[in-house]
């Protein structure tokens, strides 16, 4: 037996096609939402990323003195840090694209 959306029960001819069935696709119940950029998290997720390239480089470059190795992940770092900060906000951009053109689509308007 077929229910529908609030549990009633359906004969099989009742039962809709998936093509007048289709929705637009709402984000999942506890997906994550995106964030607007942040230099806070872009610092945040560097503090985590700046050891971890460090031991990196250390295993890569045995021959490289310590200076030479604080010198190599602060130059990555360097570059980590501003390109990060712009993913964040093309990340962030993208979404509030989707989410308008969901908005838009279910013929509401975001104020």
Known sequence: MWEDDEGNEL???EVPTRKASAQPRQPLRGARQAQPPSWRRTFRRAAIFVPVMFVVISLL???????DRLLQTALIVVVFVPFSY???GLFWRSYQRRVAKTARSNGHRRS
């Open 11 to 13: 004969e099989p001819e």
């Open 61 to 67: 470059g045995k021959n490289l003195s310590l200076a």
């Open 86 to 88: 712009f993913l964040d």
